[in-house]
């Protein structure tokens, strides 16, 4: 049984930094593509970025482009999200999904498993 488990989340001033991580078990978590989604209260969930599973290809959504940097350590079976310069609109709910592919996607319903998620609260 696979199991996708989020941490890192919590409460950060306006400009702060919190690193996000994403831990996956249950298969061999190098053939995993991984991406990071976030839902804020009353919106749909957004991609926020996405990696391949050699870590080698990344793919980030505008909005936080040269602010978050996604990795992955396969030696750890764990992705991290880091997130810079955060501003109150990304406070959400973040979500990590796993995907048995060579790549991540930007889109929800291309991954298997998802996480139950983190709460970041950025304060203005």
């Known amino acids: 049984q696979v199991q996708v488990v989020e941490s890192g989340g919590g409460l950060v001033q306006t400009g702060g930094s919190l690193r996000l991580s994403c831990a996956v078990s249950?298969?061999?978590?190098?053939?995993?593509?991984i991406g990071w989604f976030r839902q804020a209260p009353g919106k749909e969930r957004e991609f926020v970025a996405t990696?391949?599973?050699?870590?080698?290809?990344?793919d980030y959504a505008d909005s936080v482009k040269g602010r978050f940097t996604i990795s992955r350590d396969n030696a750890k079976n764990t992705v991290y999200l880091q997130m810079n310069s955060l501003k109150p609109e990304d406070t959400a709910v973040y979500y990590c999904?796993?995907?048995?592919?060579?790549?991540?996607?930007?889109?929800?319903?291309?991954?298997?498993?998802w996480g139950q998620g983190t709460q970041v609260t950025v304060s203005s």
């Open positions: 999904a796993a995907r048995v592919s060579r790549y991540g996607s930007s889109a929800p319903t291309d991954y298997d498993y």
């Open positions: 249950g298969r061999t978590f190098s053939s995993y593509g």
């Open positions: 990696i391949s599973r050699n870590g080698i290809s990344t």
